[in-house]
């Protein structure tokens, strides 16, 4: 680590009590910048090549950014997606984290091999939330380098997390070098919150970004993440958001 645990830490402290929760106004966020933030997400257990090739389609369809997939799905993907500039992403060490850091990196090389643009990785919570920051941070950078010039993404699950923790938690994977942290993975208690997504967007500087994911299910709260800070959208309901829609459902 080039900054000092010691020194993160601090900053953590402050960061925590500097800051305020105060709700952007989202009235003006227009739908193409919703449509271009939209990661057309299908991670179920019982995803279909059929499926795949649907969520596909729709992501070229309505002009979103990008699928976020399953490994396995990867090579289909890339055929389906092979006439169009919607990114591939996939996930590593998914849902729970808990993967060695061996295993992540290993994962993380097959999934650019086989042709991801990103990859989202899970964090250790429970490194996390024991303060092994420096077994935290060797975990992430590990994907980081196996990645190159691959973008990460780092899955906090802030869900789980106290303030201070989801802070250490962001600080960690900004030193480590991703370019994204991410907010939920869809598949704990409850995914993301405006409030969540303002502190990450408020701990991390502007060389990163934030992606808020599970729970948005309708336009009004799209519009809202992007307006307190999302940079991204991790959604299986994208459609249904753009046609002003409320969708029941996690993800």
């Not at 989202?26 to 449509?35: F, H, L, N, Q």
């Not at 919607?86 to 990196?105: D, E, R």
């Not at 190159?148 to 869900?159: D, L, Q, R, T």
């Not at 070098?177 to 704990?188: I, W």
């Amino acid at each position: 680590m080039n900054e000092p645990i010691g020194k993160l830490l601090n900053k953590a402290a402050q960061i925590e009590q500097n800051f305020v929760y105060v709700e952007n106004d989202a009235s003006e966020v227009p739908i193409s910048e919703i449509k271009a933030a939209i990661e057309h997400t299908n991670l179920n257990a019982t995803a279909t090549t059929e499926d795949i090739r649907i969520l596909c389609e729709e992501a070229k369809k309505y002009q979103f950014r990008s699928v976020c997939i399953h490994p396995s799905y990867i090579p289909i993907a890339r055929d389906f997606l092979s006439d169009s500039v919607v990114k591939i992403v996939t996930v590593i060490g998914f849902p729970l984290g808990m993967n060695s850091t061996v295993t992540k990196a290993k994962e993380t090389e097959n999934a650019i091999a086989m042709g991801a643009d990103e990859v989202d990785m899970v964090i250790n919570q429970g490194k996390l939330k024991e303060k092994s920051y420096e077994n935290v941070f060797f975990d992430i950078h590990k994907v980081v380098k196996t990645a190159g010039n691959i973008p990460v993404k780092v899955i906090i699950e802030a869900c789980n997390l106290s303030n201070q923790e989801k802070i250490i938690a962001c600080l960690l994977s900004e030193e480590a070098g991703v370019k994204f942290v991410k907010t939920s993975t869809g598949f704990a208690k409850h995914g993301a919150t405006l409030e969540d997504v303002s502190l990450m967007r408020y701990t991390v500087s502007s060389n990163i970004q934030v992606k808020a994911a599970g729970g948005i299910r309708d336009l009004e709260t799209a519009k809202k993440m992007i307006a307190n800070g999302a940079a991204l959208l991790g959604t299986s309901s994208g459609i249904k958001i753009l046609q002003g829609q409320t969708v029941n459902g996690s993800y």
